[in-house]
């Protein structure tokens, strides 16, 4: 029981170390009305409405929610889409956007998952972008059939096959250089960025320039909204890849217990810290801190919770003898698993609403169960891409759209149910993507092809 109270605290509090910056940063952004600045200038980009939904959705919002996390990319995503689409077609499209959790809020998820299981971060987290290669695939042409049906798929069904495999190649690409907390920075940047300049202006009229908003998207601006992205970005990355830094910020406070080592100081949360109070400093703001606080109380709560229960399971040998039973029935017990694996991470991320309480819950027992069947990594990547890639579904994310978009004055509502259905079946094709990637990669033996230090 000590053993598991402790591990639960300390993993607690490297939640919290991440999820309370965040949050600041996000107050910040918002109060300084940078998050308004960008979604002026990602409506003011030359590309036509339908390649544009596709660049936001594997590209841009990805980037941002990796970046900030808590769901801020629906306040760049909301009413971009409310303006260049049909309200029913809006709120599809902005959940649909909600699908990189696994590298959300800096990979937190993967960050904690990584502990749970035993494994790397960056092991998981490439194990990970492997499991999850065929779900942004998957969105893309979705969200073309959401836009338009099959004459949509017929148009620009390649454009959403190649940002989406782009994505995934991306992601893949940064996890297995050591860079899983800011892979899916750089990974929707790159995406976002290539897709706009190879569609830019293509079919698009020229329109004359607005004199009172003519410095509005002038470089400089731009890069000024930018900034603070790119100041977190840099400080993680300074952090991570100079080796004297990294060293000595690992040992200058380290928690430990039989099961878990914590940095403080190698937190990515030191560096949301850090550019929300430059930010407020630069630009003094008025910030509602009470609100944070109790937001952050609530989502760390449950997630303790979780982690507890699911400790208690660990130390008390209760997953470790459903592992031992899979075991004595045969090695033909994988591929059932391997099936049964995928649904039972969706239900965790639906359930809780959070990749992060998905995998707190249900990290443990997968990895457990997979070790027993010789796919231990295997079971855990594919627990957290499922919990990840179902929380678009879930009621919190449906309220908190259908939130924004009526305190951005979007004045037609749908009912929640209609938007619940929507997401159960989008989430039926990603399940179906789950498991075909989780049979690819386990028949084909990938991940001891590449994926660094994998172990069976």
């Known amino acids: 029981m000590q053993t598991a109270l402790g591990t639960a605290v300390i993993l607690t509090l490297s939640a919290l170390l991440v999820i309370v910056p965040g949050l600041y940063l996000n107050a910040v952004l918002r109060a300084q009305g940078i998050v308004d600045g960008l979604v002026a200038w990602i409506e003011s980009l030359q590309v036509r409405a339908e390649p544009k939904a596709l ?89 073309l059939y959401t836009l338009g049906g099959g004459e949509m798929l017929r148009r620009h069904g390649a454009l959403a096959l190649a940002l989406g495999a782009g994505l995934s190649a991306s992601l893949f690409l940064f996890n297995r250089i050591g860079l899983t907390e800011t892979a899916g920075i750089l990974a929707g940047a790159m995406t976002g960025l290539g897709g706009f300049l190879l569609l830019r202006g293509r079919g698009i009229p020229a329109r004359a320039t607005d004199p009172d908003r003519a410095g509005e998207h002038a470089p400089a601006r731009v890069a000024r909204l930018l900034l603070p992205y790119i100041l977190v970005l840099a400080l993680i990355l300074l952090t991570r890849t100079i080796g004297p830094i990294h060293r000595w910020l690992t040992d200058l406070l380290l928690l430990t217990t039989e099961r878990v080592k914590f940095s403080v100081f190698t937190s990515p949360g030191l560096a949301l810290a850090v550019v929300a109070f430059f930010l407020i400093r630069l630009q003094p703001v008025r910030i509602d801190h009470k609100a944070i606080w109790t937001r952050a109380r609530v989502a760390t709560l449950g997630l303790f919770c979780f982690i507890l229960l699911a400790q208690i399971m660990r130390e008390s040998n209760m997953i470790a003898a459903v592992a031992t039973l899979l075991e004595q029935q045969g090695s033909g017990q994988a591929s059932v698993m391997s099936l049964l694996s995928p649904l039972l991470g969706m239900v965790s991320g639906f359930i809780t609403g959070s990749n992060l309480g998905g995998n707190a819950l249900i990290m443990t027992v997968q990895q457990q169960i997979g070790s027993a069947l010789g796919e231990g990594l295997l079971f855990s990547a594919v627990q957290n891409s499922a919990a990840g890639h179902a929380v678009f579904a879930s009621l919190p994310i449906i309220i908190l759209v259908m939130t924004i978009a009526r305190d951005g004055s979007e004045q037609e509502k749908t009912a929640e149910h209609d938007l619940l259905r929507f997401t159960l079946k989008v989430a039926a094709f990603v399940l179906a993507a789950v498991v075909l990637a989780c049979v690819v990669v386990r028949h084909a033996g990938l991940l001891a092809l590449v994926v660094p230090g994998a172990v069976r």
């Not at 841009?60 to 409310?82: C, D, H, M, Q």
């Not at 599809?92 to 990584?114: E, F, K, Y």
Request: proline letters at 7%; aromatic letters at 12%; charged letters at 5%.
């Open 55 to 143: 660049i936001l959705l594997l590209g841009f919002l990805p980037a941002v929610e990796s970046l900030t996390g808590f769901g801020v990319s629906l306040f760049l995503g909301v009413p971009i889409f409310f303006r260049l689409f049909p309200a029913d077609k809006a709120y599809r499209l902005s959940l649909l956007g909600m699908n990189i959790m696994p590298w959300g809020t800096l990979a937190l998820a993967t960050v904690i998952g990584a502990s749970l299981s035993g494994y790397p971060t960056v092991v998981l987290g490439t194990a990970t972008a492997l499991t999850s290669s065929a779900v942004f695939p998957c969105i893309g042409l979705i969200a």
